[in-house]
């Protein structure tokens, strides 16, 4: 779950795409800790798993990902959506 300050880089850059703005990795640094964000897109080999059941993602590549991440919801995706965010943190 993203933490407030990774969830307002997401919502920017969700605007950012929406206005067909070019997506930019951000780097913050405060009390000698530095952050890093950098958007994850969606690239047409990602579509074998993420993409819409029947179509880029085969029915039993579909049913393997369900047995192994029951709850996981990351299919339909079309190439250039934003999948999530990069979000690593360096401590001094």
Known sequence: KPTEEELAILNKYEADLSNNLPLQPV???SNGTSHFYAPIMIESKCLMCHG???????RPIDSI???????????GYHEGDLRGMWSITFNK
């Open 27 to 29: 780097v913050e640094t």
């Open 52 to 58: 819409t059941v029947n179509k880029e993602l085969a």
């Open 65 to 75: 990902i369900k047995t192994k991440y029951p709850e996981d919801l990351a299919t």
